[in-house]
């Protein structure tokens, strides 16, 4: 029988987390899809429907929500990127894996900490 793959018998590796984040990070974005539904039904909807909807992504709870699905959606998109260019055969060599993995997790960070900045200034 194999041991789990969290468990005591396996180091966490670069690889297996950005495994992990990218499926996660794509659940994150379905689920944040809706939530982007419900806000664009409720701006349809006009008057109370949208105040309800703006008082709730302004709250604290809701801006942690939204910052959660701007980092999902940069995230996946780096992290897609970097897949398709394993598709076409670039990036394999272990150094360059590892280095890509990071790459894409500190643009990550830095990008979607612009969008907010940006955001939060209320430029754009």
């Known amino acids: 029988m194999s041991p789990f793959m969290l468990g005591t ?10 495994s992990f984040l990218h499926r996660a990070t794509g659940i994150a974005a379905s689920v944040g ?5 419900w806000w664009l039904l409720a701006v349809a909807a006009g008057g ?20 959660a699905f701007t980092f999902s959606l940069v ?14 055969g670039m990036g394999f060599e272990l150094p360059e894996v590892y ?6 997790i500190v643009l990550s960070v830095v990008l979607t900490a612009a ?6 200034r209320g430029g754009a």
Request: hydrophobic share 55%; net charge positive.
């Open 99 to 104: 280095r890509s993995g990071y790459t894409v």
């Open 75 to 88: 995230y996946h998109l780096l992290n897609g990127i970097r897949h398709l260019m394993w598709d076409v």
């Open 9 to 18: 018998a396996y180091r966490l590796q670069i690889t297996s987390v950005m």
């Open 115 to 120: 969008i907010w900045f940006i955001a939060l």
């Open 33 to 37: 899809a809706f939530g982007l539904a």
């Open 48 to 67: 109370e429907a949208y105040a309800s909807a703006a008082a709730c992504l302004g709250s604290p709870l809701g801006m942690l929500a939204l910052a």
